[in-house]
């Protein structure tokens, strides 16, 4: 008993000995972590590492350093007033042409809201152009139609219902002009070749989750790419008529054509860019039954009228902002 309790009050200091050093350690630890933490924010600061707002007003100084915005819609006002919206507020865009292919000629409202809207965002007295690029017709060939008095060679094609941030954008830009013969895009898919015995020769479309699973593509779509002003004409007159009449026909596969007529002229695979999608609307075609059927039918016939040779070519590099690389 006296032994005991003795030895008790021994023990509650050792405990309360190894309790304070433990402390200690810990902060030591979160003193570290915080220091590092500093430096490596402040570190570029420190070095002179910045690139200042004159860098940034000096990249995009002239209109063939800055890119256009092609934006497909369709009877869709509120999404198409939504992402206009946003568009307007990065900073590389020169101007944007919204593809009209409704009976009716685009509403006063929607007309004067969107005027405002450009007026709102315009900064250094340099205003976005805002042009509606009116289609008698209701054609997914209207989407690529050549675009007169255009200021930039890089167009940046989207859907009304996706949203990206202006960083994002900005950054494939960049990429966009370090290769402007191909298309940098952010959906990937891929055109596998079909196993089976009796289908020699054809090819199969990939969707997003073979993509995901090889990491290997052949196309990005025009939903979210950018590409060069040159391609619209060469879409347009120079791509074989049945190719344009099988699209407009089966309201389906604009994009997949455009990735051939960008491979077959540049001969190089397109460039995959790392980056958040926002989707305001709801549903796309992609959700509908067989999709994926017609879309693998499109690319054997284009192939067909390519002569028999594919032109598509498979790619496995993915740009990623380095800045959002943690590790070397
Ligand atoms: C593909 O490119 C080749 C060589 O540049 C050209 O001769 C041919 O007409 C192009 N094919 C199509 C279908 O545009």
Same mark, same amino acid.
């Given at each position: 008993?006296?032994?005991?309790?003795?030895?008790?009050?021994?023990?509650?200091?050792?405990?309360?000995?190894?309790?304070?050093?433990?402390?200690?350690?810990?902060?030591?630890?979160?003193?570290?972590?915080?220091?590092?933490?500093?430096?490596?924010?402040?570190?570029?600061?420190?070095?002179? +590492?910045?690139?200042?707002?004159?860098?940034?007003?000096?990249?995009?100084?002239?209109?063939?350093?800055?890119?256009?915005?092609?934006?497909?819609?369709?009877?869709?006002?509120?999404?198409?007033?939504?992402?206009?919206?946003?568009?307007?507020?990065?900073?590389?865009?020169?101007?944007?042409?919204?593809? +009209?292919?409704?009976?009716?000629?685009?509403?006063?409202?929607?007309?004067?809201?969107?005027?405002?809207?450009?007026?709102?965002?315009?900064?250094?007295?340099?205003?976005?152009?805002?042009?509606?690029?009116?289609?008698?017709?209701?054609?997914?060939?209207?989407?690529?139609?050549?675009?007169?008095?255009?200021?930039?060679?890089?167009?940046?094609?989207?859907?009304?219902?996706?949203?990206?941030?202006?960083?994002?954008?900005?950054?494939?830009?960049?990429?966009?002009?370090?290769?402007?013969?191909?298309?940098?895009?952010?959906?990937?898919?891929?055109?596998?070749?079909?196993?089976?015995?009796?289908?020699?020769?054809?090819?199969?479309?990939?969707?997003?989750?073979?993509? +995901?699973?090889?990491?290997?593509?052949?196309?990005?779509?025009?939903?979210?790419?950018?590409?060069?002003?040159?391609?619209?004409?060469?879409?347009?007159?120079?791509?074989?008529?049945?190719?344009?009449?099988?699209?407009?026909?089966?309201?389906?596969?604009?994009?997949?054509?455009?990735?051939?007529?960008?491979?077959?002229?540049?001969?190089?695979?397109?460039?995959?860019?790392?980056?958040?999608?926002?989707?305001?609307?709801?549903?796309?075609?992609?959700?509908?039954?067989?999709?994926?059927?017609?879309?693998?039918?499109?690319?054997?016939?284009?192939?067909?009228?390519?002569?028999?040779?594919?032109?598509?070519?498979?790619?496995?590099?993915?740009?990623?902002?380095?800045?959002?690389?943690?590790? +070397?």
């Amino acid at each position: 008993m006296r032994g005991s309790s003795l030895r008790r009050p021994v023990m509650i200091q050792r405990l309360r000995q190894i309790a304070v050093t433990i402390k200690i350690k810990h902060l030591l630890c979160c003193c570290i972590v915080l220091a590092f933490v500093l430096f490596a924010t402040r570190a570029s600061n420190l070095m002179g +590492w910045t690139s200042d707002d004159d860098a940034t007003a000096l990249r995009y100084s002239t209109p063939r350093k800055r890119y256009a915005i092609l934006m497909n819609t369709w009877k869709r006002h509120d999404l198409l007033k939504q992402s206009i919206s946003h568009y307007t507020t990065c900073m590389g865009v020169e101007s944007i042409h919204i593809v +009209w292919s409704e009976p009716d000629p685009p509403p006063d409202s929607l007309v004067a809201f969107l005027q405002r809207t450009v007026k709102e965002n315009s900064r250094n007295d340099r205003e976005i152009k805002l042009r509606f690029e009116m289609n008698k017709e209701d054609s997914l060939n209207n989407r690529f139609k050549e675009i007169k008095n255009l200021n930039t060679d890089a167009i940046f094609s989207v859907d009304d219902d996706v949203i990206f941030a202006c960083s994002t954008l900005e950054f494939a830009f960049t990429v966009w002009q370090s290769a402007s013969e191909t298309m940098v895009g952010f959906v990937p898919r891929m055109h596998w070749i079909d196993q089976a015995q009796e289908e020699m020769g054809k090819y199969i479309y990939g969707g997003w989750w073979s993509v +995901w699973w090889t990491g290997t593509y052949s196309m990005v779509l025009s939903k979210a790419a950018f590409f060069h002003s040159k391609y619209l004409g060469i879409y347009t007159h120079h791509m074989p008529a049945s190719i344009r009449n099988y699209v407009s026909k089966n309201r389906n596969c604009e994009d997949i054509a455009m990735s051939f007529v960008v491979a077959n002229v540049s001969g190089a695979p397109p460039v995959w860019v790392k980056g958040r999608i926002y989707e305001i609307g709801s549903g796309g075609i992609s959700s509908l039954g067989g999709h994926s059927e017609r879309r693998s039918k499109c690319v054997n016939t284009f192939v067909e009228e390519y002569g028999g040779m594919m032109p598509l070519v498979r790619s496995t590099v993915k740009a990623v902002d380095s800045r959002h690389l943690w590790f +070397w």
